[in-house]
């Protein structure tokens, strides 16, 4: 069964830390990997990955993803308390848009 | 631009009532997708509308059904509300449909269907 799996399901840093967050896939037909930003609204899109090593960037957020590792990481340097939110990554399949559980982020002043 | 609209934001509802919920994507987007958002089961796949037609379903029973219009608006409807139905019910809307293109989409500030 296809599944999407976030790792830590929870974080909290100070800021100015730098963070990771991780998403690892099984999904069969991969076609893109999508990570949100959701704080006490409707998630907002942040990037979209489907070449493996090409790292995309915004700001202080960056990503990056492995087609043969099956995983992708989200990087947030310079952490500020606006960034705390749950941060989901999404698999698409041409079918099927599967969603992780997220990661809550906690950043403290 | 306009963002994506959802109405109603918040509903209650009684068990065993129906509900249909509207959303209007982003201009020019014409892929309507829905989803369940729950604390239990997190952000799941309901299904997919492109240019009226339903492409792409999710695992949920026949109760959940939709359409989509020529104008790419599109409603949800929930029949034989059950409690367990109690969710924020998400809508986003892309420009490409879910095959054949990387997608990226654009959520709705959602509609919170409460049921007792």
């Known amino acids: 069964e296809d599944k999407v799996v976030q790792s830590p399901l929870s974080l909290v840093v100070h800021e100015g830390d730098t963070v990771t967050l991780n998403c690892s896939y099984e999904?069969?037909?991969?076609?893109?990997l999508l990570w949100y930003k959701q704080e006490k609204k409707a998630p907002t899109f942040l990037f979209m990955l489907?070449?493996?090593?090409i790292e995309k960037k915004s700001g202080r957020l960056s990503s990056i993803l492995d087609k043969k590792e099956l995983f992708s990481i989200l990087n947030i340097t310079a952490t500020q308390t606006g960034d705390s939110a749950i941060y989901l990554c999404?698999?698409?399949?041409?079918?099927?848009?599967?969603f992780g559980a997220g990661t809550r982020l906690t950043v403290k002043p | 631009k306009a963002g994506v609209t959802q109405t109603p934001r918040y509903l209650i509802k009684t068990r065993g009532q129906q509900v249909t919920l509207s959303c209007s994507p982003i201009?020019?987007?014409?892929?309507v997708s829905w989803y369940q958002q729950t604390p239990g089961q997190g952000l799941q796949f309901l299904f997919e509308?492109?240019?009226?037609?339903?492409?792409n379903k999710g695992n949920f029973p026949g109760r959940f059904s939709g359409r989509q219009f020529s104008n790419s608006r599109s409603e949800m409807n929930v029949s034989t509300l059950e409690l367990g139905d109690s969710a924020l019910y998400l809508c986003?809307?892309?420009?490409?449909?879910?095959?054949?293109?990387?997608?990226?989409?654009?959520f709705g500030p959602g509609t919170r269907l409460t049921v007792t």
């Open positions: 489907t070449s493996s090593g």
């Open positions: 201009s020019g987007h014409r892929s």
């Open positions: 999404a698999v698409y399949n041409n079918n099927d848009m599967r």
């Open positions: 509308y492109f240019s009226e037609t339903q492409r």
């Open positions: 999904v069969t037909n991969f076609r893109s």
């Open positions: 986003a809307s892309s420009p490409s449909p879910f095959a054949g293109a990387p997608y990226e989409q654009y």
